[in-house]
Nanobody, 126 residues
Framework: QLQLVESGGGLVQPGGSLRLSCAASGFTLDAIGWFRQAPGKEREGVSCFRSTDIATYYEDSVKGRFTISTDDAKNTVYLQMNSLRPEDTGVYYC?????????????????????WGEGTLVTVSS
């Protein structure tokens, strides 16, 4: 069974940090990404990563603040989020695509995602 399980969400003050984790089972992390959905908004790609050539994409508003990384031994992907802002609030979803898609295309088109996690809530508020 293909499964992604996220953890690490929570409440944090503006300027704070959180690290999200996503453990995969049933497949290896060839192309993995993080999406988020704020209240009343569409789901958007935050960061996507392709292991074959370490290609990485970041949405403009998170560049320099968020970092995606993987631990192949644990089959886990992380999203380190620093300098968090209230507009970063939302449910964060881990997502995977089988194969080696273009990472920007993967993050800009949620329809290509093969496996979704259930999501973890991140709230940035004072």
């Amino acid at each position: 069974q293909l499964q992604l399980v996220e953890s690490g969400g929570g409440l944090v003050q503006p300027g704070g940090s959180l690290r999200l984790s996503c453990a995969a089972s049933g497949f290896t992390l060839d192309a993995i990404g993080w999406f988020r959905q704020a209240p009343g908004k569409e789901r958007e790609g935050v960061s996507c990563f392709r292991s074959t050539d370490i290609a990485t994409y970041y949405e403009d508003s998170v560049k320099g603040r968020f970092t995606i990384s993987t631990d192949d031994a644990k089959n886990t992907v992380y999203l380190q989020m620093n300098s968090l802002r209230p507009e970063d609030t939302g449910v964060y979803y881990c997502a995977a695509v089988m194969g080696a898609p273009n990472v920007e295309a993967m993050c800009l088109n949620a329809n290509v995602i093969d496996v979704w996690g259930e999501g973890t809530l991140v709230t940035v508020s004072s």
